[in-house]
């Protein structure tokens, strides 16, 4: 772990670094954040995770108070000062201390902080012979009431998903939209794979869009493996020949088996085993030096 903390400019000791319980961040949730990752001392897509955190912000309108240019560059800076070679990264944006009341405007200025760390999400044995998961009762938010594309502070909705996949056994979650499509997994973005082509929901089926998820996209077109965005059901993930989940910091981590049902043969896919490989692959080639 790195022994500080960017706040609002500087670099804090981690046990010092400190916001106001006044903070509209702690009291209701106001704020927006990102999930990085660095390799080999190189930050991972660094400008699409800076655009999507202003993206986020701009959603909430939020303002933040400093340039991405200068956020990239304490993003940076935090890497360098963390001594680590690879881990983890999280910008936080809150809505400032207030009053109580919901008001933003009764906010003073943002707070920015940046962690940063290491991180291992699951354990490597389920990397190696691929994950079971399962579907929760508990719906996606709907995009009419608070948008799931916003990275916000306010994660329950994906927490009580967690919290439902824990009690019945599974590290993830399958959390379906309004309508009883496949929206996403509580930290990742879900993928399917039927003769060879692979499918996952779009956005608008209640989902962040994920840069892994674009990240794979992209390393499987270059393997000549189409991609489509489509909707689909349950039954479909049940009856796949491989099924896998992306996210920052999962990464890519194959499914095994989906509310019981044994997705192929119940071993990581072909595809999916290739993907992974070449998404590790290019994490190690590409990214912004930390220096
Ligand atoms: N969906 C949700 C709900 C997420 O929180 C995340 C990020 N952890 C993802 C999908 C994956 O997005 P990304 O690949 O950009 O990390």
């Given at each position: 772990?790195?022994?500080?903390?960017?706040?609002?400019?500087?670099?804090?000791?981690?046990?010092?670094?400190?916001?106001?319980?006044?903070?509209?961040?702690?009291?209701?949730?106001?704020?927006?954040?990102e999930g990085i990752r660095f390799y080999d001392r190189?930050?991972?897509?660094?400008?699409?995770?800076?655009?999507?955190?202003?993206?986020?912000?701009?959603?909430?309108?939020?303002?933040?108070?400093?340039?991405?240019?200068?956020?990239?560059?304490?993003v940076l800076l935090s890497c360098r000062e963390s001594g680590l070679a690879n881990g983890y990264i999280r910008p936080v944006v809150t809505r400032g201390s207030g009053a109580l009341g919901l008001a933003p405007w009764r906010c003073s200025n943002p707070n920015i902080f940046i962690i940063v760390d290491t991180l291992q999400l699951y354990p490597q044995e389920l990397y190696d012979n691929g994950m079971p998961i399962v579907t929760v009762a508990t719906r996606r938010n709907i995009p009419e009431a608070l948008n799931p594309m916003i990275k916000s502070l306010n994660y329950l909705n994906?927490?009580?998903?967690?919290?439902?996949?824990?009690?019945?056994?599974?590290?993830?979650?399958?959390?379906?939209?309004?309508?009883?499509?496949?929206?996403?997994?509580?930290?990742?973005?879900?993928?399917?794979?039927?003769n060879g082509v692979i499918y996952t929901p779009p956005v608008y089926a209640g989902s962040l869009p994920g840069i892994t998820m674009s990240t794979v996209i992209e390393l499987a077109a270059g393997m000549g493996i189409k991609t489509v965005e489509k909707m689909f059901t349950?039954?479909?993930?049940?009856?796949?020949?491989?099924?896998f989940l992306t996210g920052t910091a999962a990464e890519v981590v194959p499914v095994i088996?989906?509310?019981?049902?044994?997705?192929?043969d119940g071993a990581p896919g072909v595809l999916t085993r290739k993907l992974v490989d070449a998404f590790k692959d290019y994490t190690r080639k590409s990214g912004t030096p930390v220096e």
């Amino acid at each position: 772990m790195s022994k500080w903390v960017w706040l609002n400019g500087q670099l804090v000791e981690r046990e010092k670094a400190a916001i106001s319980v006044f903070d509209h961040g702690i009291l209701y949730g106001d704020g927006v954040f990102e999930g990085i990752r660095f390799y080999d001392r190189k930050v991972f897509k660094l400008d699409e995770h800076i655009d999507r955190l202003f993206n986020s912000a701009k959603i909430i309108m939020l303002e933040i108070p400093i340039s991405k240019d200068e956020l990239k560059k304490a993003v940076l800076l935090s890497c360098r000062e963390s001594g680590l070679a690879n881990g983890y990264i999280r910008p936080v944006v809150t809505r400032g201390s207030g009053a109580l009341g919901l008001a933003p405007w009764r906010c003073s200025n943002p707070n920015i902080f940046i962690i940063v760390d290491t991180l291992q999400l699951y354990p490597q044995e389920l990397y190696d012979n691929g994950m079971p998961i399962v579907t929760v009762a508990t719906r996606r938010n709907i995009p009419e009431a608070l948008n799931p594309m916003i990275k916000s502070l306010n994660y329950l909705n994906n927490i009580m998903a967690k919290i439902e996949a824990k009690n019945a056994g599974a590290e993830e979650a399958i959390m379906l939209n309004h309508d009883g499509y496949v929206a996403e997994c509580t930290g990742d973005n879900i993928f399917i794979i039927r003769n060879g082509v692979i499918y996952t929901p779009p956005v608008y089926a209640g989902s962040l869009p994920g840069i892994t998820m674009s990240t794979v996209i992209e390393l499987a077109a270059g393997m000549g493996i189409k991609t489509v965005e489509k909707m689909f059901t349950r039954a479909e993930v049940y009856t796949s020949d491989e099924c896998f989940l992306t996210g920052t910091a999962a990464e890519v981590v194959p499914v095994i088996s989906v509310d019981g049902r044994i997705i192929g043969d119940g071993a990581p896919g072909v595809l999916t085993r290739k993907l992974v490989d070449a998404f590790k692959d290019y994490t190690r080639k590409s990214g912004t030096p930390v220096e």
